[in-house]
């Protein structure tokens, strides 16, 4: 093929071994096609000035700007002679910045930087004597004075500035995309392969990819950017779309048992004897996934619901209808306290329908059981046997249930819980334990923006429940500033005191447990910069708890539960919290899912500000679960402007957890989000925001499930197949795999 350098073609052959290895290993670039997909950040104007006053601390940065002043200064050594320091100002109308240059080049720096000249100067942003400085930066005149190759070079309006790193400047990468760009015009863009099929293009006004890449990397207005990002975003939301929607469509061929709930069994003796009548929301959603229960493949259904929506009373009628069915349904829990606590009321709400095989079960009833690793060898084999034969209609358990040892008789379900605490591969193994696959229903209480649903479980259907059920109550949330407003503090241990005095229990959540063993972690770690509050240790559960026994709580029953306990203890804890015999729990976020204490109102969160909005959010909704208003009190030290008091001020606004993951997604970006699983993805949503490109990518997705619907196999596309090859290696594939 020549010197005809296909996007695959290595950097090396077009760059040269050294700048090829810098970009490798620093860069992860490794293709002329990772070259020319890793597009500018952001573009400077000629005449734009940069903000200086939004610089990052200890970031790597190029900025666009003006020498105000440049001035020698002299210094002693210490006895080794003296030293000579350059200080140039440079001003962009947002701010000014210092450079600082030292040694024998601050004469040829003092030459080049005079007062007037505009530069790009690119270092990592220090601190100096409390002011923003770059040391010893790269910088690249921009003046007419210059030579005529730096001249044409920037003689574009708009100057790509490129996400770089300290090896590697923005302008080196500017350099060598305009290499790739050259030699890839030269052949006529031979060797790139356009993923979009013409039709989608041409009926959605997209411009050509040649034409996409040399508007992103050289503009010559606003519109051609625009244009090229435009056209970039449809790439890759459409090619991962194709990839989920293939995997729907995969989903579709596999076999499944149809599980239709016989007419007068469990499901309908369980309706009979329920206290109060299902939301709309649940009877809607219920309909779901009965329709995706009769059909004979496997159904893949997201349940999102708000904490306290009833999504486990949902499941539970799922799993009802598959043992009415004839078929076996498990429940995954992600931890033992959970998959205790779902066990408990399960077997509460059932009541005899959940005494199969006992004296005084109901004639229909069937046989709930619990299966953890902590569980004694006796009640384990016990509980395997009962799988085996089919004795047990029901089991919930954690991950224990997916261990080779764990045989079904016939399983038709597997409910997940709070799916991002389960990997893929815990699915896969579950999976693997029907005859054929079973159905599968995952939920989660963390609500995901629709965006974020349709490209993190694009696979999975979606239904989510809204409404709380009658006879929840409101939940009222404040914000206690403790170090500003101490005697705000004070005032929070009175109003637990109230809630318990009125025959209600409260809640203390700590970020740590405060044993040995978290004290020896927490003394490795380094006290954070942001200020005195972010140095000492998050306050912990067992300090906490002494202190308030001792102090603001003297007289009433304050308990302890933390993650390190014995699974005994920690079920004993919570049997008599559960019991009323315990007034105030202190405990980690072992409570964060699934704890149902329906007289506990009051939740006090120390230290607020070290938790993550949705996980706020979850706690919360652990109080109020009653007739009686629940109250949760944030407690932080950190100072009234800080982005972190902003951001409980916004969970202590508004209890919709949709509006709170979006300024939780906003706030992490999506790339944190999305979270491990998608490491492998996130290399290829370059352009793509999942929060803000909401209509690009549920339209992808329209036109992705039609065209695999017409050509699952991709026969008359051979380009996009191409592309999804590129996207989908080994990793990514098994990402994707969310069912």
């Not at 005191?497 to 044993?515: F, K, L, N, T, W």
């Amino acid at each position: 093929m020549g010197l005809v350098p296909a996007l695959d073609e290595p950097l090396k052959k077009l760059l040269g071994a050294a700048t090829a290895k810098v970009m490798a290993e620093h860069m992860d670039l490794h293709t002329v096609g990772d070259l020319l997909h890793h597009y500018p950040r952001r573009y400077a104007e000629r005449g734009e000035l940069t903000a200086l006053a939004d610089l990052p601390l200890d970031e790597h940065v190029t900025v666009v700007a003006q020498v105000a002043d440049a001035r020698l200064h002299t210094f002693n050594k210490g006895g080794r002679g003296k030293g000579q320091r350059l200080e140039v100002t440079i001003t962009d109308g947002s701010g000014r910045m210092q450079l600082v240059f030292f040694g024998r080049t601050v004469h040829f720096h003092q030459k080049e930087l005079l007062p007037g000249r505009r530069a790009m100067f690119a270092g990592k942003v220090g601190l100096f004597n409390r002011r923003l400085q770059l040391a010893h930066p790269e910088y690249k005149l921009l003046d007419a004075e210059s030579s005529t190759e730096t001249v044409r070079a920037f003689a574009n309006e708009l100057l790509p500035i490129y996400p770089a790193c300290k090896q590697l400047e923005s302008w080196t990468i500017e350099q060598s995309v305009s290499i790739a760009l050259d030699s890839m015009a030269a052949t006529a863009w031979q060797g790139l392969v356009d993923p979009l099929p013409p039709a989608l293009r041409e009926g959605r006004g997209l411009t050509g990819l040649p034409d996409a890449l040399m508007k992103i990397h050289r503009p010559r207005t606003k519109a051609d950017i625009a244009d090229a990002r435009d056209r970039l975003k449809w790439d890759e939301a459409f090619v991962l779309q194709v990839a989920l929607a293939r995997r729907r469509h995969a989903d579709t061929q596999l076999h499944a048992v149809a599980r239709r709930p016989a007419a007068d069994g469990l499901l309908t003796a369980f309706d009979a004897k329920l206290p109060f009548t299902l939301t709309d929301g649940q009877r809607k959603v219920s309909k779901e996934i009965f329709d995706d229960l009769a059909t004979e493949h496997p159904m893949h259904r997201l349940l999102q619901g708000e904490v306290g929506s009833g999504k486990t009373m949902v499941a539970l009628r799922a799993m009802l209808a598959v043992v009415d069915a004839g078929g076996q349904a498990a429940m995954l829990a992600p931890t033992e306290v959970l998959a205790q606590q779902h066990h408990r009321s399960v077997t509460e709400m059932m009541g005899e329908l959940a005494e199969g095989g006992m004296l005084g079960g109901a004639d229909n009833a069937t046989k709930v059981v619990l299966l953890t690793g902590s569980m004694g060898t006796a009640a384990r084999r016990q509980a395997l046997l009962d799988l085996v034969t089919g004795e047990a209609g029901l089991v919930i358990g954690t991950h224990a249930l997916i261990e080779d040892k764990v045989q079904f008789h016939d399983l038709g379900l597997v409910v997940v819980d709070e799916q991002h605490r389960f990997g893929v591969e815990q699915r896969d193994a579950l999976r693997g334990k029907g005859k054929q696959p079973p159905h599968l229903l995952v939920m989660t209480a963390t609500p995901i923006p629709r965006t974020v649903a349709m490209t993190v479980f694009g696979d999975l259907e979606t239904s989510v429940l809204d409404q709380l059920p009658a006879g929840r109550s409101r939940i009222v949330s404040h914000v206690v500033p403790a170090a500003d407003k101490p005697h705000f503090l004070a005032r929070a241990w009175e109003r637990v005191r109230e809630e318990v005095e009125s025959g209600h229990q409260a809640y203390v959540v700590c970020p740590r447990i405060g044993d040995e063993e978290d004290r020896k972690q927490t003394a490795k770690r380094k006290a954070g910069p942001e200020d005195e509050a972010e140095k000492r240790p998050p306050l912990a559960v067992l300090d906490v708890a002494e202190q308030l026994r001792s102090g603001p709580l003297a007289g009433l029953r304050v308990e302890v539960l933390h993650g390190r306990m014995h699974p005994d203890d920690k079920d004993d804890v919570m049997r008599r919290f559960a019991a009323g015999e315990v007034d105030v729990l202190v405990a980690t976020t072992v409570i964060e899912v699934g704890v149902n204490v329906p007289n506990a109102t009051a939740m006090v969160i120390m230290d607020a500000d070290r938790f993550g909005v949705s996980q706020l959010h979850q706690l919360r909704g652990r109080v109020g679960r009653g007739s009686a208003a629940g109250l949760c009190l944030l407690v932080s030290e950190m100072p009234e402007a800080s982005p972190a008091r902003q951001r409980l001020n916004a969970v202590a606004a508004t209890l919709d957890g949709f509006e709170l993951s979006r300024i939780d997604l906003e706030q992490r970006r999506e790339g944190d989000v999305l979270g491990q699983a998608q490491s492998g993805v996130r290399s290829s949503l370059r352009m793509l925001a999942v929060i803000d490109d909401e209509e690009v990518i549920a339209a992808a997705r329209e036109e992705a499930t039609a065209l695999v619907l017409a050509d699952p196999g991709l026969t008359a596309h051979p380009e996009l197949r191409t592309a999804l090859d590129a996207l989908l290696d080994k990793d990514r594939e098994e990402y994707l795999d969310k069912g």
